[in-house]
């Protein structure tokens, strides 16, 4: 079975930073697009970055020129390097995994996620 694990979260002070590391286990780890979520109770999931197994990006608006997400394919894990963190950045962070070769596949598999706290 696939299994994800987040770790690296915690409390951090407005303008620190933070570094999410999800690992993956279970299946090749080549074989998926990998990405970051996040979620406020009260509000709705927002995608924050994700990668695909080639190395291509995508950010939400919101974290783009802070945030930088990436894999390690000797590990089997991806990061999400989080810099200039705001209050607003307080969420229960999850990374998820999606099967490249389905078509019209979703991010099926997800890890129990982290929280990040950022005071002000």
């Known amino acids: 079975q696939v299994l994800l694990v987040e770790s690296g979260g915690g409390l951090v002070q407005a303008g620190g930073s933070l570094r999410l590391s999800c690992e993956l286990s279970?299946?090749?780890?080549?074989?998926?697009?990998m990405g970051w979520f996040r979620q406020v109770p009260g509000k709705q999931r927002e995608l924050v970055a994700t990668?695909?197994?080639?190395?291509?990006?995508n950010y939400a608006d919101s974290v783009k020129g802070r945030f930088t997400i990436s894999r390690d394919s000797a590990v089997n894990t991806v990061y999400l390097q989080m810099n200039s963190l705001k209050p607003d950045d307080t969420a229960h962070y999850h990374c998820?995994?999606?099967?490249?070769?389905?078509?019209?596949?979703?991010?099926?598999?997800w890890g129990q996620g982290t929280q990040v706290t950022v005071s002000s």
């Open positions: 998820a995994a999606r099967y490249r070769y389905l078509s019209n596949s979703e991010y099926g598999y």
């Open positions: 990668i695909t197994s080639s190395g291509s990006t």
């Open positions: 279970g299946r090749t780890f080549s074989n998926y697009d």
